[in-house]
């Protein structure tokens, strides 16, 4: 009953339409824009106040900010080194974020079939140098290592990341849960757990499968 009283819609069209009209006038005016000119122009920015008007696609270009006076704030933020030091036992930086096609940690997203079938599992994503270097190929496993535990993923070799640096999304949880090698360190400000870079060691999952097939022999 409240369903169809407060959310009677039948379209995300028709709430983006409710949205248009309620933004009209403010700060992210949406209410230029319709479906039908973000499908023939690939997207339009705010604010639009116009269906006639291109919108804005640079806010501040004459020099005046959202603050009564117009002009901008500007806030120190001292520098600040990585919390962990690579170093030669954890050589590279993980850092960690998100795909387009989930969200959060994925508890919606990965249950709808299209969204998943983008993006079915979490990629350790390396450059082609680094990968040749530590002998991991694109499509087999690595093991991911860092102080606080472990991880195997599948590796994706690209040249969109730097050499020092590898990523992994942050949609899983479980096995595949990338934060089981971060930080839980918290920022002095926001209060937010550092889960956005760490220390790490990536080696073949095969050699350490062998290294540890040789440890049971030795045991037996």
Known sequence: MLKGEYFSYSSAEEIFEELRRVSRGGVADYSGITYDRIEKEG???????????PGEDR???????FHPDGRARLIPVPDA????????????????GRLMAHYLTGVQTRRTPSLRRKDPEPLLYIHPVTARTLGVKDGELARVSSRRGEIRLK????EKIREDTVFCPMHWGGEQCINRLTL??????SRMPGFKACAVRVEPAASVEEELTE???VIV
């Open 155 to 158: 590796v994706k070799v690209t």
């Open 215 to 217: 440890r049971r022999e």
């Open 43 to 53: 997207g339009v920015f705010w604010p639009c106040p116009e269906e006639g008007e």
């Open 81 to 96: 080194s990585l919390p962990e030091e690579v170093g030669d036992e954890y050589p590279l930086v993980l850092t960690t």
């Open 59 to 65: 806010l501040f270009t004459d020099g005046r900010f």
């Open 184 to 189: 839980d360190e918290l920022d002095p400000y």
